[in-house]
């Protein structure tokens, strides 16, 4: 008959837009957080991280296996933004891979990049962004946000909800 993979419900990922500290520049002025999208289970679980590394004019995109962002010592802030199907990540990952860096203008970085990766969810099959999203507000959102580690014992389906802010 019927294996149970058919009664299995399709697995939901959540994404996460995490913020690291990156200290402070020779003359002693604080540096842009690095951010990087990250597709996991649940924050205690590892996941993919999906960034832009590099400076001008190396930037490059490369996703990172393996990370667990709760264990970063520079972790600063993060976001839930949504959840994608693992059916789906790789629709995902192509947008992400199509995204282009900008290795010429100067004030172009890592945020920016991520900016664009998640305009370029909206409205994909599979993806489901908060309700809301405001994407001109993506950077004082996650400045608002902790560094998720209040919530170590969230259900992968659980989070706060950022986005339906009447702002």
């Known amino acids: 008959m019927f294996g149970l993979n058919f009664f299995k419900r399709p697995q939901a990922l959540q994404i996460y837009i995490a913020a690291y500290d990156r200290g402070l520049d020779a003359a002693g002025n604080q540096k842009p957080d690095h951010w990087a999208i990250i597709i996991t289970k649940s924050l205690s679980h590892a996941g993919t991280a999906h960034h832009v590394i590099h400076g001008h004019p190396l930037f ?36 992400f891979e199509k995204v282009q860096v900008n290795n010429v203008d100067k004030e172009w970085n890592c945020q920016n990049w991520v900016i ?48 339906n802010s009447k702002d």
């Open 116 to 163: 664009e990766a998640i305009m370029g969810c909206i409205g994909v099959s599979g993806v489901s962004l908060e309700k809301g999203i405001k994407v001109e507000k993506l950077r004082e959102l996650v400045k608002a946000a902790s560094d998720g580690r209040d919530i170590l014992n969230e259900r992968s389906d659980s989070y706060v909800n950022f986005f």
């Open 60 to 95: 490059e995109y490369r996703p990172r296996d393996d990370v667990y962002v709760l264990k970063s010592q520079s972790l600063a802030h993060v976001l839930h933004v949504g959840k994608v199907y693992e059916k789906d990540v790789k629709k995902v990952e192509d947008i």
